[in-house]
């Protein structure tokens, strides 16, 4: 009667150290971040600082893959379909987890398909000039709007993100005639703005920052509350003339929904410690990102919260895609 004991036992120990077991190995092989804008903006910029950091407590590399376009939903929409193992994570902006529901039908629903890691911070926009466009304010872009036939371009970082609601938030409370240019990214924004090929654009202020201090964009207003201390020479919007105007974008890690709870809870520490080091957060508020590491829990009620007040403002400004 006792011969199938041993087996039993052996079973019951499996069960009991399989999970603990699992989690421990984690990972075994490289991970892959995704970012869902190209090389040169700030999701670029604080994507490889965390997987930099990331990779040297994980004993695995962490390697970065830019998957641009669609206002990141082409990037959001690889990992909400990648497999729930741990190894596809990916970095999620406010814009293609929370704008996008109130713009377009969207591959994926962003509280169902994925699993939420950690924030890693808050980030604000900038509106820049081209140098030769004559426009040193945001006084003069409003008047120089209203005045001209067709209205001023601005370019954006993509239909659907916060870059492209900054701009029509300014139109929505100055009347200005602007007329919304779509690229793939902060960088590609950029490199049109500084070619004079566009005269306006709204970038996050992380991406836009070394342009502004080299001379070859001119800072016109940042859409933040306050004056971040990376740019305390550049005037809010509201100080500008648009009281009222407030702007902030929010970003973290993000992977498939099914991951399991233990994988995702360690890569949840993981996030917060590093965007803990010092050495880290000097870097981060040095280009004008304000570090926010959370819980899965606390980023996930983030997400559902916001879906609705970014839907109220896509409606209040009028944004449409292009």
């Known amino acids: 009667m006792l011969r199938g004991l041993p087996v039993l036992v052996f079973g019951l120990v499996a069960a009991l150290v399989s999970g603990p077991v699992l989690s421990q190995v984690y990972p075994t092989r490289p991970i892959k971040l995704v970012i869902p804008f190209p090389p040169g903006g700030g999701a670029d910029l604080e994507g490889r600082l965390l997987a930099q950091e990331m990779s040297k407590d994980l004993g695995q590399p962490m390697l970065v893959e830019n998957r641009p376009g669609g206002g990141s939903t082409i990037g959001i929409g690889l990992i ?64 120089k709007a209203k005045a001209r036939p067709g209205g001023i371009a601005f370019g954006s970082a ?19 005639n602007l007329v919304h240019v779509p690229y793939k990214g902060s960088g590609p924004a950029l490199t049109a703005l500084i070619a004079g090929e566009i ?56 992977a498939p929904a099914g991951t399991p709870p233990q994988i995702v809870q360690q890569l949840s520490a993981e996030v917060n410690r590093v ?22 829990e606390q980023f996930s009620a983030l997400i559902a919260a916001e879906i609705p007040r970014w839907a109220r403002l896509v409606q209040a400004s009028g944004a449409k895609l292009d």
């Open 275 to 296: 965007v803990n080091l010092a050495e880290v957060r000097e870097k981060l508020q040095a280009v004008a990102v304000e570090p926010m590491a959370s819980t899965p």
């Open 158 to 176: 993509g239909n659907g993100t916060p870059h492209h609601l900054a701009g029509e938030l300014l139109k929505t409370m100055s009347g200005a």
């Open 80 to 143: 909400a379909k990648a497999p729930p193992d741990g190894y596809s994570i990916g970095f999620g902006g406010i814009g293609g987890l929370a704008i996008n529901v109130a713009l377009m039908k969207l591959p994926y629903d962003p509280v169902k398909d994925l699993a939420p890691i950690s924030l890693l911070g808050t980030v604000p926009f900038v509106a820049v000039a081209y140098p030769g466009a004559g426009i040193e304010s945001v006084g003069d872009l409003i008047a």
């Open 199 to 254: 005269p306006v654009a709204f970038i996050d202020l992380p991406a836009a920052l070394p342009h502004i201090r080299s001379g070859k964009v001119r800072g016109l207003a940042t859409t933040g509350s306050r004056r971040p201390a990376a740019a305390a020479d550049l005037p809010t919007m509201a100080e500008a003339g648009l009281a009222g105007y407030e702007l902030i974008g929010s970003f973290g890690v993000i």
